[in-house]
């Protein structure tokens, strides 16, 4: 369930999403974990990314799609999963 999310999310990936800056914490602000699947949501204007997996399992315990970086509101169809990031193998 949650690596299709992550599928869905890897192939809407847009490319104005990627990170430019390399001054990133690869721990995640949910879990407290190295971030492995990382991702931001458009609505975002920071490059922080979260982990998708935390933060989805997140959601499904507590719904409230809230950024755990920034709190904005971020729908699952504004995630993207950053290639960038993911390219850099963490
Ligand atoms: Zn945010």
Redesign the pocket.
Known sequence: MIADCIAVMSKANDPDIVATSTVMSLKDPVSYLRIQVPCR?NV?S?NQCFDATSFLQLQEQAPTWS?P??S?T?AFESLAVDQYVKSRKL
């Open positions: 949501s975002c920071h950024c970086i920034c904005k971020v």
